[in-house]
Structures are given as structure tokens and as C-alpha cells.
């Protein structure tokens, strides 16, 4: 995969002004090159290849910059802002809090972290019985990779395995790379954990594209015999299972028969299913959490991103007795539970209950998923897949006419949807993601799919460069 590189430099682009957009400057903001340039030298490059626009404000569905222009968000800044970007109420907590004079607490206890708690406990499934908080989604899958080890040892196992899926993605700490599922992406690690049994992802498409359409419990029943062929002993050798509840990446969910077919042999083999809730939590796939459209019952899940909407904030949830493997003082952290971050969650869980946002997000979901099927149809040398659930959509991009291409069409859509003012996620790979806030007025989700679209066909018309 080649990086792409967006204008660094300001190109002339037509002026756009909506109720929603407005476009009114070269893009790049030519007053935005000094401080893109301050990042560039004083900050590790690892954290760039994002588009070219610096932020001053975000509301609600809209980014704005210094200078004028104004952005449909169909990013929530990366699966966060599920909630609007500075939600009013969560923005008032925030305030409160503030004023309250109380920015830390290190693990003493304070009266938010209880309150906090306890609604996410009791507004969450019943199997999730308890919590720990953290600041970073890795933070939660490192920890959540410590439970079923943990677990392993408690249930006096031969072996600490976990299974993890290739493509998958949980972080970039240690133990959260140990059970990512990208080679390139664990190779400083320079070893290979043992204990970590990386199975292929089973994607609805073959090598060469073709659909496929296997049972998720044929499936299951081909990955295990490869697993007892490698000498591993499912009852003996596992701890448990970790699935990021949707591949990050292209938005694909494991089919549900295979999961349901882990769910019970975890259950007859004494080990723990854990899902990796931090993209996918908090109404964004039209459920509470994206486990639930596979009815089954987990007993840990990761969780960051949307549970505030907002400041750095990520938990492990799941049974008390899971939660409670690590000893006394054995499992905290500095930052974590800042009273701060516990005023946002506690907001936002409220928020989310409020304005019923798991269901806005199942009935948007309606419209932007029937909108992307007309988009494949209209497109269908380019548009190979559109996948996802909710507000949660990726469309698989395909150039039919550059070998290894696809990536750089996606990305050139992308930056073309920039110039009219439309943020969409940029992956990197072959995808286009789609995740607005789940707060966004339905005109302005028409409009936004309105530009995609319009973006498509000027690019595919080699419009944009
Ligand atoms: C599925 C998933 N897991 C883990 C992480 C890591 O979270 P963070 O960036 O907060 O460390 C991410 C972040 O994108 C994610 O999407």
C-alpha cells in the first residue's frame, strides 16, 4: 500500500455555501500551511497522513476552521462524537466539573466516578457486571488480554492461548499489537507471542473478490480442526477469544453462525469471550454495542471512543468475577476514572438514553445504507462491497484500472470531498468509511451522501488528481 499524500499546498477550488458547508478558501487553508508546517516539524511524522484542514470548532455534525469554511462530519472524529461534537449537556457537565475544582483524584474516590459507574453498569446488558476505567481504547484491550491470561491461570490451563483474528485491530501498546492482526504492524515488536493464535478473518469475499458464502459453523469447524492440527488443545490451552466486533477497516462483521459457534465451544471449554467494543460501542451499529447483533453473551468487552463523546476515556466491562481477577492495587492507573472523563461519560450515557440515539442511529442506518446500495449499483466496477450496519457504513473501493490502485481511489475521493466539505474516513486501504455523529439531521445526511456521490463521479471522470 502506497502512503498518500494530500496537497500540502492550497489548490483554487470552487466556493460551496449551504445551510450545512461552506467552502470559501483555497483548500488547504492557505492560513493553515504555518501551522500543518509547526506540526510537521515539531511532532513524530507517525502521527500525520491525515487530510490537510486544523480544526477550531466542532458542533454537533459540523467541523469548522478559522478562516470560514465549514464541514459536514461523517467521521465523529474517528467513531467518537457519537453523542455531537460539545454536546450541550456533556459540554455543562464538563463546566460543573470545572468549577467544582476538581481536575484530578488520582484512584481516591470521588462521588462522579461512583455515579458514573454505576449508570454504565445499569444501563449496559446484564452481564456486564462491572468495570474498570482507563484514558486509551489500547489501554482496555491490553487489559482485556490481562484478564484472560488471568483467567487461564486461574482455571489452571496448560497454556495461556488467545485466539485473535487477522486484520483486526486493537491498538498500538504492546499486548494490544500482540493480538492486532496486521504482521506489518507487530514486527517491532521483534517476537512473535505463542500464546496467540491469529485465525484469518473470515471475509464475505475470496482472494480474487469472488463472494463467499460459506456457514459461519462450517467455518468454525475448518479453523478448529486447523487449530488441533497445530497441537493446540482447545479445552486446555485457551484463556479466551477476542473479536473486534467488526473488522475496523472495510466495517465487515464475522458472520453470525461463527461466532455463536465460538460463544458455545467457550462455554463447554471453559474459556471467556471478549469483544472489542471501542469503534463499535454506544448505538453506533443501530445496537448499544455491535456484540448484539450476534446474540451471544460476552463476558468481557473494550470500550472508548463513544462512551464520552468526547474527552479520553476507555473501560473494560464485564462479569464481577473476571473483573476481579487482579489483585488489590494490581490493575489502576494514574489517569484513570478522571473526574473530568467520568462527568463526560455520565453525560453521555444520559445523552445517548435521551434522545434515544441507539434508535436515530438504527433508523439513519436505514437511509445511509439504502443510499450506498443505489451508489454500488450506479458504480458497480468501482464499488465492490458497501458494508456495515447503522450508522456505521465502509464502501469497498475497487480501480479496475491500476493494479494495487484501489487505496489511492479511495483517498482521492476523499480529498475531493474535502474541497466541497465533506469529512469522510480516510483509511488508508481500500475502504471508505462512513460514521457520522448519530445526532445528524437526516437533510443533512442526504446532503453529505450527495457529495460523496458527486465526488465519486468527478473523480472517476478524472476531475481530481
Ligand atoms: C477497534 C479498536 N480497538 C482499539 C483501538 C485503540 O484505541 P485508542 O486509539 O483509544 O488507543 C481502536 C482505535 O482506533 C479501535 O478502533
Known amino acids: 500500500m502506497a502512503e498518500f499524500d494530500f496537497a500540502r499546498t492550497p489548490v483554487k477550488v470552487p466556493p460551496v455555501k449551504t445551510d450545512f458547508r461552506c467552502i470559501k478558501t483555497d483548500i488547504p487553508a492557505p492560513q493553515s500551511i504555518a501551522i500543518l508546517e509547526r506540526l510537521y516539524k515539531f511532532e513524530s511524522r507517525s502521527m500525520h497522513g491525515q487530510m490537510p484542514i486544523v480544526w477550531d470548532r466542532a458542533k454537533d455534525f459540523q467541523v469548522f476552521d478559522k478562516w470560514g469554511n465549514c464541514w459536514i462530519d461523517f467521521t465523529s472524529t474517528i467513531f467518537v462524537a457519537n453523542a455531537g461534537h460539545a454536546n450541550d449537556a456533556i459540554s455543562a457537565a464538563l463546566r460543573d466539573t470545572l468549577d467544582q475544582d476538581l481536575l484530578h483524584t488520582y484512584t481516591y474516590a470521588s462521588e462522579v466516578r461512583a455515579d458514573f459507574l454505576q449508570e454504565l453498569i445499569e444501563r449496559t446488558p446484564p452481564e456486564l457486571e462491572k468495570a474498570y476505567l482507563v484514558s486509551a481504547g489500547t489501554e482496555a484491550t491490553e487489559t482485556a488480554f490481562k484478564l484472560i491470561r488471568l483467567y487461564a491461570d486461574r482455571q489452571q490451563k496448560r497454556r495461556h492461548g488467545v485466539i485473535a483474528f487477522d486484520g483486526s485491530f486493537h491498538g498500538r501498546t504492546l499486548g494490544a499489537a500482540q493480538i492486532s492482526g496486521t504482521e506489518a504492524a507487530r514486527r517491532w515488536i521483534g517476537f512473535e507471542d505463542p500464546n496467540v493464535f491469529h485465525l484469518p478473518f473470515p471475509y464475505p469475499w475470496d482472494r480474487q473478490g469472488n463472494p463467499v458464502n460459506e456457514s459461519g459453523r462450517i467455518r468454525f469447524e475448518r479453523d478448529m480442526e486447523n487449530l488441533k492440527e497445530q497441537g493446540i488443545d482447545i479445552a486446555r490451552d485457551l484463556g479466551g477469544v477476542i473479536f473486534e466486533s467488526y473488522i475496523g477497516w472495510a466495517a465487515a462483521f464475522f458472520p453470525p453462525g461463527y461466532v455463536q459457534a465460538w460463544a458455545d465451544c467457550a462455554r463447554a471449554n471453559d474459556f471467556l469471550i471478549a469483544f472489542d467494543e471501542i469503534q463499535s460501542g454506544f448505538g453506533r451499529t443501530g445496537k448499544l454495542f455491535a456484540y448484539q447483533h450476534y446474540s451471544v453473551t460476552p463476558d468481557i468487552i473494550c470500550c472508548g471512543k463513544g462512551i464520552s463523546s ?120 481500500e475502504s471508505i468509511k462512513i460514521g457520522p455523529p448519530l445526532t445528524i439531521p437526516e437533510d443533512a445526511l442526504n446532503e453529505g451522501l450527495d457529495v460523496l456521490e458527486q465526488s465519486i463521479d468527478e473523480v472517476l471522470k478524472g476531475g481530481q488528481q
Open 310 to 429: 468526547s474527552l479520553p476515556l476507555a473501560a473494560v466491562l464485564g462479569r464481577a468475577d473476571v473483573l476481579d481477577l487482579p489483585d488489590v492495587g494490581s490493575m489502576s492507573s494514574t489517569h484513570s476514572a478522571n473526574p473530568l472523563s467520568c462527568a463526560a461519560g455520565l453525560a453521555n450515557l444520559r445523552e445517548i438514553e435521551r434522545l434515544g440515539l441507539v434508535e436515530q442511529s438504527r433508523q439513519k442506518g436505514d437511509v445511509l445504507h439504502r443510499r450506498l446500495s443505489d451508489l454500488q449499483r450506479r458504480y458497480p466496477d468501482h464499488i465492490s462491497h458497501i458494508l456495515g450496519a447503522g450508522m456505521l457504513a465502509a464502501l469497498i473501493v475497487r480501480d479496475p484500472d491500476i493494479e494495487n490502485g484501489s487505496d489511492q481511489l479511495a483517498s482521492r475521493i476523499c480529498e475531493c470531498a474535502l474541497r466541497k466539505g465533506l469529512l469522510l474516513v480516510h483509511t488508508g486501504r
